[in-house]
């Protein structure tokens, strides 16, 4: 389930984010002074970023009550910027899933009626002061990125003929090299793991049987076949 952008102002008596510990969340980096853009939206007053293994959390250092969270399953691409034609300060880039609704216009609808509507937010920077940061910041989102891969949905895999299952006994192979192995099991190279496209179709992984057992069932039949006439 896609969550987007949302507020996030919990906060212990430290001031630093309150955690779900009991889920097993751990802060895995802090990152003071980090100013952040939300879409097109003029840079915001600076705060502190605080990686966990679940989400990002920025609390503003001006306001106690201002804070942004989103968690590492709604961000599909996260990267550095140092280019000042795209961007005019270093940053780190974001992109954030957000829920579409056929029902509503395109035309500003992150705001509606003056109030910004976090949930359709799809950009995110995050503007270090320290720019020399970057590559660490950037590190620590792939690493917990890792931590948070995208839910495989099985129903669908099973639906494809993805969901290839074989026992024990159905993967023995004889001979003992490689030439020899009865089962050879291939996939194209074409397929991308961890990337879903619509608009293109997934190569189907093949099963090659390479096996002489065939034949040789051939061959005895077509000797019985002979004795008998």
Known sequence: MV?????FALRTGDGSPALD???GEELMHVQPSVAVALGDRSVESPGTLYITSRKLIWLSDADVAKG?????LSISLHAVSRDPQTYSSPCIYTQIE????????DE??????GVLDLSKIREMRLV????TQLDTLFDVFCECAELNPEPIEEEGEEENGHNWVFSADQM???????EDAEWQISQSPTSVIGHSNGDESIAQ????INDQRFDDAEEMVHENETKDH
């Not at 500003?108 to 009626?113: A, G, L, P, T, V």
């Not at 992984?205 to 090659?208: A, C, K, R, S, V």
């Open 3 to 7: 969550v987007g952008l949302r507020e």
């Open 21 to 23: 510990e009991s889920s």
């Open 68 to 72: 942004y969270a989103v968690d590492f």
């Open 98 to 105: 957000v829920v579409e609704d056929e029902d509503e216009e």
């Open 108 to 113: 500003d609808e992150e705001e509606s009626n």
């Open 128 to 131: 270090p002061s320290d720019s």
């Open 172 to 178: 023995v192979v004889g001979g003992g090299g490689e």
């Open 205 to 208: 992984p093949m099963l090659e």
